[in-house]
């Protein structure tokens, strides 16, 4: 942005031209004009970065519901149970992550959330158990598992937080 300075003529005294007023005016509808966009602007990016939190956060549930699945389809060896179990472990410090930080940063919708991860640990943590107690699939046919393990709660937690974090935003 440019400077721009007005020379102008001595007025004669006791007198205020319009040169001199479209001089204070114009700076004036330029800085205002500034600071709308930087508004504007700022309240965009804080929007986008606050969404995609959002996302990651809802993100690392469905990671954690999914961990019945992979567990099941676990190669057998030692070191795919090591595996699993730590990315298990990082899941839940992922979740424990986005909960704090919308205790901080959204507090709206850290209850929703807090509600989601529960349904989450309760419904998939039943649903590890069984899927550690299955032996290992070592065929292709066996990779499909036919039936989806139910997460009925996990759904309507998650439509729920869904709603508020559409309503933070």
Same mark, same amino acid.
């Given at each position: 942005m440019g400077i721009v300075v007005i020379i102008a003529a001595a007025p004669q005294a006791?007198?205020?031209?319009?040169? @001199?007023?479209?001089? $204070?005016?114009?700076?004036?509808?330029?800085?205002v004009g500034?600071?709308?966009?930087?508004?504007?602007? @700022?309240?965009?990016?804080? =929007? %986008?970065?606050?969404?995609k939190t959002f996302a990651e956060a809802l993100t690392a549930v469905e990671e954690y $519901?999914?961990?019945?699945?992979?567990?099941r389809r676990r190669p057998a060896s030692p070191d795919a149970r090591r595996e699993l179990t730590d990315e298990a472990s990082s899941l839940l410090a992922r979740m424990a992550f986005h909960h704090a930080?919308? @205790?901080? %940063?959204?507090?709206?919708? !850290?209850?929703?959330? /807090? !509600?989601?991860? !529960? /349904? /989450?640990r309760s419904e998939a943590g039943v649903h590890m158990s069984e899927a550690w107690q299955q032996p290992p699939i070592d065929t292709d046919s066996g990779m499909n598992l036919g039936t989806a393990y139910p997460r009925d =709660?996990?759904? +309507?937690? =998650? !439509?729920?937080?869904? %709603? +508020?974090?559409? @309503?933070? $935003?």
């Open positions: 006791g007198s205020w031209t319009w040169a @001199q007023t479209t001089a $204070l005016i114009v700076p004036v509808i330029a800085l500034v600071y709308i966009t930087f508004t504007l602007n @700022q309240r965009a990016a804080r =929007r %986008e970065r606050r969404s $519901l999914e961990m019945p699945y992979r567990i930080w919308l @205790q901080i %940063e959204a507090s709206k919708v !850290a209850g929703p959330y /807090a !509600a989601l991860v !529960a /349904a /989450a =709660r996990s759904n +309507a937690a =998650r !439509a729920t937080c869904i %709603e +508020a974090m559409r @309503q933070n $935003l």
